[in-house]
Structure formats: C-alpha cells, structure tokens
C-alpha cells in the first residue's frame, strides 16, 4: 500500500501525472517530515539554485549544475533525493548506478535537453565524422551516450581548450552558451546545434536598457544561456555559481540579474544590504521563473522521500557509455581546479 492507496493505482497516478499525487494531512509540518526521513533513510536533498526558496533552505547542498554532479559522486548518502530537474537526476544517477535517485517529479524536464532529441542529433553527427561531441549537461542521458566530452556553463570554457584547437567541434545542445564559447575561445571550427533554454531568452534588451537608465548605479550580470544581444550589454557573464560569487564580492550594491529568479535568494542570503533586480523579460510576466524547476515543492518533495518514488530508472548501456563524457568533464574540471 501507498498511505490509502494501492501501490498500482498510485503508480499508474504516477505515470500520468510525474508525481505521486496522495491526500496528505493538512497539518503536516513538511520541514519537520523531510528532516526525519532524511536520517532514517540516510538520504541527500541536493537542490539546485533555481529551486523554490524553501526547498533551498531545507537541502543538504544547493548548487549550480557541476557543483551538484560533483556533490553527487562523492555523497555516501544511500538515497539521492534531486531537487532540479530530469536531466541533473539522470546525471546524478549515471554517477551512482547502485544508488536509488528520485526527483520529486518526472517532468521537471528542460527546454534545451528537449531540443535534441538523440535521433536527429545521432543523423547531425552522422554528417560531421571527424567532429569531437562537446555536449551541455543539460541534455538527456541518452544524448550524452551520443558525447565526447559533457561540460556545465561553469566549466565549457576549460573543456573547449582541452579539444586540440584543429580539431573540429559539434556543440549541442544550446546555440547561446555555444556562440559564446565561440567568441570566448576564438575557434571558427565549431558547429553549433540550434536549442535553446526557454528561460534564458525571454529577456528584453529593450526593457534591460530602460531598466539600466533608470538604475545607473547598477550593473546588468547575466548567464552564458542568455542570447548574444543581452550578453553583450552585461557587466559580468557567469554560470549560476559564478554570478552568486561576483555578486558577493563586488563592491557594487546593485545587480540586474539576467538569469532565472531563484538564484537571488542566495544572493540575498549571502549579501543581505545588496540590491538584486529580476531582468525584465519580454512579456507581461513579473518573474524569469524556469517552470520546470519551479514544479518542485515541499509536498511533492515530502512524498518522493516517504515513497522512494518517482525513482530514476536508466538503462545499463545508457548508464556504461553516457558516464564516459561525465568522467572526462570531471577530469578537466579537476585539473583546472573547479
Ligand atoms: P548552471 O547550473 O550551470 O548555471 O546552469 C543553469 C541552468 O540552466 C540549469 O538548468
Ligand atoms: Fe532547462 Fe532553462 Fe530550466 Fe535550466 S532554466 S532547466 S536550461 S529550461
């Protein structure tokens, strides 16, 4: 039994819906029930910045995407539980094939992993024999069975210098991160695969610029997944990680921050008398939220730890060969001391 209902029943709820959807007692103090299960089953909440404020503040370890794969290789924790979404899951459990994953719910997915679809990406590659496969994380473990070399937004820089620079580069899944690595390291050899991250391209230059004039005292920091045109009015580009540290220790008191709006919780946790402004996107939304993270929440997270389910299931040939463009990120990521 799952609670009042049949383990079937529940599991076939959770085919459909991604998450176990189970009545739970309305006076149920989720932080006081994660916390216990935590230690009763030795599990890790590993959370990634983008995740709601208190799902941050009840993991173990909060992270941009390397941070939490690197989390995830050393923890002796017997259950990994991953606030984030699919992708990082996958990752987490290709790290730890005989260890039990689970995430909250299953279609936390991403609009760039879902741009590259590994049967058109295999035919694309088919084109380009010679090319090395440098593959964002946030593709799907399948894609990454399709990789040479994975790299995060923290680390792509080090990874693109480890390719011989005659050697010719596919980068996939996303364009923007891939155009500024292209201009970054110089190379003319990379082709790019056209995907995109849904969030990090709904900003407005337009509404950035006024923005800008309005606060001259503030400068604009944005992630590498915004497009060319955002990136090229930013005082400083970074990965998640990288504009948390800026934002610490700049002696500036004002940012626009051109990335998803989960990170300024810990950039307010970490600089309480600094000012941080969402960047305006380009519709009448108030907020950059990723809505893949953002079906995370306490409830959801609460159940997934009680059931142990929705676990990640992959297959072992996904698992043996996909690990191999993680290990070779790690190697690189250690050598230039990340
Ligand atoms: P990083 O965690 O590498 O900053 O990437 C941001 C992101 O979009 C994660 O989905
Ligand atoms: Fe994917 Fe963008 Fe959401 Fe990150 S923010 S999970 S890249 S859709």
């Known amino acids: 039994m799952l609670g009042t209902l049949p383990l079937a029943e529940a599991k076939k709820k959770l085919e459909r819906k991604g998450y176990l959807s189970i009545d739970v007692d309305p006076t149920l103090d989720f ?30 370890f909060i992270g941009d995407s390397l941070q939490l794969a690197q989390e995830a290789e050393r923890t002796d924790a017997d259950m990994i539980v991953f606030a984030g979404v699919h992708f990082m899951a ?36 088919e084109k380009h024999p010679d090319h090395v496969v440098v593959s964002y994380i946030n593709c799907t473990a399948e894609l990454k069975t399709l990789t040479d070399i994975c790299c995060t937004s923290s680390n792509a820089i080090h990874v693109i210098n480890s390719v011989p620079e005659d050697q010719g580069i596919i980068f996939a899944p996303d364009k923007n991160l891939g155009a500024y690595l292209q201009k970054k390291s110089g190379r003319e050899n990379m082709i790019l695969w056209n995907g995109a991250c849904m969030v990090h391209e709904i900003f407005s230059a337009e509404k950035i610029t006024k923005a800008m004039v309005r606060h001259p005292d503030a400068e604009l920091i944005a992630h590498p997944e915004c497009e060319a045109h955002i990136l090229e009015k930013a005082h400083f580009i970074g990965s998640t990680s990288g504009l948390l540290r800026y934002t610490h220790e700049s002696d500036v008191q004002k940012f626009i921050v051109a990335t998803e709006s989960g990170i300024i919780h810990q950039m307010e946790l970490k600089s309480p008398n600094k000012e941080f402004i969402p960047a305006p996107p380009n519709n009448t939304c108030a907020c950059n939220d990723c809505p893949h993270m953002k079906r995370n929440n306490m409830e959801k997270l609460y159940l997934c730890m009680e059931y142990e389910l929705p676990e990640i299931i992959l297959e072992d040939w996904v698992i043996e060969k996909g690990v191999a463009c993680i290990d070779r990120m790690m190697e690189i990521s250690a050598k230039a001391g990340l």
């Open 31 to 60: 932080v006081e029930e994660i916390n216990r299960l935590k230690k009763e089953k030795n599990a890790i909440i590993l959370a990634h910045y983008y995740v709601d404020s208190d799902i941050q503040d009840i993991a173990d």
């Open 90 to 125: 996958e990752t987490a459990k290709m790290l730890n094939p005989k260890k039990k994953v689970v995430l909250p719910d299953l279609k936390a997915g991403c609009s760039l992993a879902d741009s590259c679809p590994p049967h058109l990406f295999k035919k694309f590659k």
